[in-house]
């Protein structure tokens, strides 16, 4: 069985008709449609008419135009954003040159190790030596938190 009632238009009206006699709804309008279309941008706009030879005012521009002219002074590209110049690169340390060069002489070795004059089967070992040296030189020279500047540029990630 069924909750609803049979006649679910006349229920309503009936709920309605309640709600209308409680005074519910009596201070509300009702809106009206309009018949007034909205107001199209003219393309004679501006020019002179022809009986008072004066240039006619623009018509107001719909909702996604906007009333004011563009200004072409506003896109002035002798005025844009110039960022300050990027702090000096810092000095390399001794052992960071080491495992530089550690890294490009594995590198030379793997290639082509006959610029040295070794043959490939000892000098393989060898560049795989060095660049498995340098790159964890690398690594453990990495800063594991910013140097401490005393200035507070907001948060770290």
């Given at each position: 069985?069924?909750?609803?009632?049979?006649?679910?238009?006349?229920?309503?009206?009936?709920?309605?008709?309640?709600?209308?006699?409680?005074?519910?709804?009596?201070?509300?309008?009702?809106?009206?449609?309009?018949?007034?279309?909205?107001?199209?941008?003219?393309?004679?706009?501006?020019?002179?008419?022809?009986?008072?030879?004066?240039?006619?005012?623009?018509?107001?521009?719909?909702?996604?135009?906007?009333?004011?002219?563009?200004?072409?002074?506003?896109?002035?590209?002798?005025?844009?954003?110039?960022?300050?110049?990027?702090?000096?690169?810092p000095r390399l340390r001794p052992l960071t040159v080491l495992?530089?060069?550690?890294?490009?002489?594995?590198?030379?070795?793997?290639?082509?190790?006959?610029?040295?004059?070794?043959?490939?089967?000892?000098?393989?070992?060898?560049?795989?030596?060095?660049?498995?040296?340098?790159?964890?030189?690398?690594?453990?020279?990495?800063?594991?938190?910013?140097?401490?500047?005393?200035?507070?540029?907001?948060?770290?990630?």
């Amino acid at each position: 069985m069924s909750d609803r009632p049979e006649d679910v238009d006349a229920a309503f009206a009936a709920i309605v008709a309640d709600l209308e006699r409680e005074g519910l709804g009596a201070d509300v309008q009702v809106d009206e449609p309009t018949t007034e279309a909205l107001p199209v941008a003219d393309p004679d706009a501006g020019k002179p008419e022809a009986a008072t030879g004066e240039p006619t005012a623009p018509i107001a521009a719909a909702w996604r135009g906007h009333d004011a002219e563009w200004d072409w002074s506003w896109n002035n590209d002798e005025e844009h954003y110039v960022p300050p110049e990027p702090p000096p690169m810092p000095r390399l340390r001794p052992l960071t040159v080491l495992a530089l060069l550690l890294v490009v002489a594995g590198v030379l070795l793997l290639v082509s190790p006959a610029l040295v004059g070794l043959d490939p089967r000892i000098a393989t070992p060898i560049s795989l030596v060095a660049l498995v040296c340098g790159f964890g030189l690398l690594f453990l020279r990495i800063r594991r938190s910013p140097a401490d500047t005393g200035d507070d540029n907001g948060a770290q990630v």
